[in-house]
């Protein structure tokens, strides 16, 4: 019923090719926009803005970097930590050298630093793939999480070594820093979120997004028909390393307020590769389940156990969450080893066949 | 694309909000930040069940502070920045008293916040040292001692040892630290003291990937051979140091730490570890009426998660120690704004007010429990006199009398931290709060 697609009628190829060819996905994306950008902000409190959909996004967006490298390439990267590092170093050297420039530029620009270093650091897939190029990123966060914590110069010789979120405004409005409310980091949080993510989607579907399929599905075999793998797979490289340079820049301006190297550990990498995993490679809206999932059910999970009259210790509730969280993580891939986003894709084919199946 | 994630979205929102559970109005909100998961859990535990256990001995024994009762609510961090300010978010709308990170990281990105929310956060000698100065961080706290005034002691110790400053010329003192920002803070200083007094500082990093494998650190102390040792570590570097000590037969006796080593880092080397020193402020042990009040109206009772062996260890006894100073902090903050049930803004109040001479330990029920400490507007320190206790094979004993840290060199160490953090954080926010006692 909710799928019912009789009327409508694909009179062009561009209508026919269209992201959305269904009516009812393009309704519930304006709703979900609609709720996003003014219901959530409006009604949550600092609590969902601050611990729940902020950080979705950013790790959202973070899954979508890797999602590019490793969904729609077919590179594995466990760098992805120490990218986002980048990314964060980068803005809060700009923002302390320029303080006058609006802080969304430098967040931007975050990613152009940790673009340049992923394409270096991804010099070796030309010669190396799977599990090998695994190591190779392996080395780039190792390094990377080094020079966090060794080169003075990156945190401005803070005593503490941390780096800290100065105030920045943006119309008068303070954005970062212990000034800004959850509501106005949320709103810039989405519209970069939603900005990246149309064009993630727009490369993906265009000449390049194929390119990386092809590298993807079978190397050779892509070079055959004329594409130039290093190129391609740097090209890659850099784009995904760019949003997550982004997304680490993010998380620091406008989620954690201040960050210390450790932030960007091999954690991270792993945190963001599983719910690029999860969520299912190679697909956008996956990116989306994968960090709602890995995100907010330990969240759920931690408020809901006392709630509803367990009257559990938080450190038995700790425990639990993790086992619950590792189990449902099996569950779903055993369900599911493609994902949740083949998952989505499943029901909704039931969906649009209801109720007659066949 | 829509709809399952809709309802996913739904469903969370309707059960974090429904899920938060309802504040009482009338009882004083004490969250506490807890670590007893993950891998510093070992000596996270200890330290949550003391601040646990002596708030509810005061509920149970006195009904709470001042006729109000604490509600005393833990959250688990696991040591880790991310959960910490998760905890931080879940409590700040209950009217939280005060906060208490128990983690350098955590404590470090709560600062700037704590101005804007106006929650005082009691940083019990860890944290950011800078913030010993009032006037820069009034919302601040972390008695009784910075990590400067710790090192300052040690070397005053090892000084006294030799028969004067004058007899460390030419000597040689390694410094084994965490390589991480926490470690290497004292460096500055050991380096303008050895300046001062002559002797040689040698360095040896311990990676925090690398904390169990230090052959190679021990193996430069074996080829330096320094006079004295002293160690900034941190979990599980600190019992394999103190096993390293021992496989090159270092003088353990010569071996110093400051005050984050607990009874289960020197249970591991055992016999091994006799005659290591570190320093500390306050007794060990559960010789105290207040203790045994503790193990009457709470363990006793099985409100306690504190096994019976571990009752009355160091760091047991250290989270007493804090939540002790919360209490006392608690109770002036009702006396300085005439209400039962007091809020983060009278907290910091009664904590810039806290004065706990020897005669306050003794009606506490803390007799020779802990030095005195006294903080004002601009000393949210105290900087106390330290002793250095030493490990018999079993426990601590105490090795010294009381020593008081080099302020001369300390202060200037201070104000220069607290000046570049203002520099660094642009807008940094005057201090606008109202004094009520200076000195």
Avoid at chain 1, 20 to 40: H, N
Avoid at chain 1, 69 to 91: D, E, F, N, P, V
Avoid at chain 1, 242 to 248: E, H, L, P, Q, R
Wanted: charged share 15%; hydrophobic share 45%; net charge neutral.
């Amino acid at each position: 019923m909710l799928y019912r697609e009789v009327g409508q009628y694909h009179a062009s190829y561009r209508t026919d090719t269209a992201i959305f060819p269904i009516r009812q996905d393009r309704v519930g994306m304006l709703v979900i926009l609609a709720v996003a950008f003014i219901i959530v902000p409006v009604f949550g409190n600092s609590f969902l803005l601050d611990v729940v959909a902020i950080p979705f996004l950013i790790y959202a967006l973070a899954t979508i970097g890797l999602n590019l490298l490793t969904g729609y390439t077919g590179l594995l990267s466990l760098g992805t930590g120490g990218l986002m590092g980048i990314g964060a170093y980068t803005c809060y050297k700009l923002a302390t050298w320029f303080p006058g420039v609006d802080i969304i530029v430098w967040i931007l620009a975050g990613g152009v630093t940790a673009a340049a270093i992923g394409a270096l650091f991804g010099v070796p897939s030309l010669r190396i793939k799977g599990f090998y190029l695994l190591v190779a990123t392996l080395a780039a966060q190792f390094f990377l999480q080094w020079a966090f914590e060794r080169v003075p110069w990156l945190y401005n010789n803070n005593v503490s070594g941390d780096i800290e979120v100065p105030t920045r405004t943006l119309l008068g409005l303070p954005v970062t820093g212990p000034n800004a409310t959850p509501a106005t980091r949320y709103e810039v949080t989405l519209c970069i979120v939603v900005v990246l993510t149309v064009l993630a989607s727009h490369l993906v579907h265009s000449r390049v997004g194929r390119s990386w399929m092809a590298v993807r599905d079978m190397d050779i075999a892509a070079e055959l028909i004329g594409i130039p793998l290093l190129p391609t797979k740097l090209l890659s490289f850099a784009v995904s390393s760019y949003i997550s340079g982004v997304a680490g820049a993010m998380l620091v301006f406008l989620w954690y307020g201040s960050a210390e190297a450790s932030v960007f550990s091999i954690d991270l990498s792993f945190t963001i590769l599983f719910m690029t995993i999860i969520g299912g490679l190679g697909s956008l809206l996956g990116s989306f389940l994968g960090a709602a999932l890995i995100h907010m059910l330990p969240i759920a999970l931690r408020n809901v156990l006392p709630g509803i009259g367990l009257d559990l210790r938080p450190a038995t509730v700790e425990h639990l969450n993790l086992m619950i969280v590792g189990a449902l993580i099996i569950f779903f891939l055993v369900v599911e080893p493609l994902g949740l986003a083949r998952l989505w894709q499943t029901i909704k084919q039931k969906l649009r066949v209801w109720p007659f199946p066949y | 694309m829509s709809f399952k994630w809709t309802s996913i979205a739904a469903a969370v929102a309707i059960l974090v909000g429904t899920a938060l559970p309802a504040l009482a109005a009338d009882q004083i909100f004490v969250p506490l930040f807890t670590y007893r998961t993950g891998p510093y859990s070992g000596g996270g535990i200890p330290i949550a069940n003391g601040m646990h256990d002596y708030l509810n001995m005061l509920n149970a024994r006195d009904g709470g502070i001042g006729g109000v009762k604490l509600d005393v609510e833990e959250c688990e961090t696991g040591y880790n920045t991310q959960k910490g300010i998760e905890c931080y978010e879940a409590v700040k709308g209950k009217n939280p008293t005060v906060i208490n990170p128990f983690s350098t990281g955590i404590t470090e990105a709560l600062i700037p916040k704590a101005a804007v929310d106006k929650i005082p956060i009691l940083s019990m000698a860890y944290g950011l040292s800078a913030a010993a100065l009032g006037d820069t961080f009034p919302w601040i706290f972390n008695p009784p001692d910075t990590y400067w005034d710790g090192l300052s002691v040690i070397v005053k110790q090892i000084a006294a040892r030799e028969g004067g400053f004058d007899k460390l010329k030419g000597d040689v003192i390694g410094f084994i630290y965490l390589d991480a920002p926490y470690g290497k803070e004292p460096i500055p200083l050991l380096q303008q003291l050895a300046d001062k007094y002559g002797f040689t500082a040698k360095l040896y990093p311990v990676a925090g990937t690398e904390m169990q494998n230090q052959s190679s650190q021990w193996l430069g102390v074996r080829r330096d051979r320094p006079k004295y040792m002293i160690m900034w570590g941190w979990g599980a570097m600190q019992p394999t140091a103190i096993k390293e000590a021992a496989k090159i037969s270092y003088p353990m006796n010569n071996f110093y730490a400051n005050w984050w080593n607990g009874d289960e880092d020197l249970r591991a080397p055992g016999e091994a570890g006799k005659g290591f020193h570190n320093l500390n402020w306050h007794a060990v042990g559960a010789n105290f009426p207040a203790l045994q009040d503790i193990k009457k109206y709470v363990i006793d009772k099985g409100m306690s998660q504190t096994p019976a062996d571990e009752f009355g260890d160091e760091f047991y006894d250290r989270g007493v120690y804090n939540s002790v100073l919360i209490a006392e902090a608690i109770r002036n903050a009702q006396k300085l704004s005439g209400k039962k049930v007091v809020i983060g803004t009278d907290v910091r109040r009664g904590l810039e007010n806290l004065d706990l001479p020897a005669s306050r330990w003794k009606e506490l029920g803390f007799e020779g429990f802990a030095n005195p400490l006294s903080l004002s507007c601009t000393d949210h320190n105290g900087h106390g006199d330290l002793f250095v206790q030493e490990w018999d094979g079993t426990k601590w004993v105490k090795a010294s009398g009381e020593v008081s840290p080099m302020s001369d060199v300390v202060m200037p160490l201070l104000e220069a931290a607290a000046k570049q953090y203002v520099d660094k954080n642009t807008g940094w926010p005057k201090r606008t709060e109202a004094c009520d006692h200076t000195s």
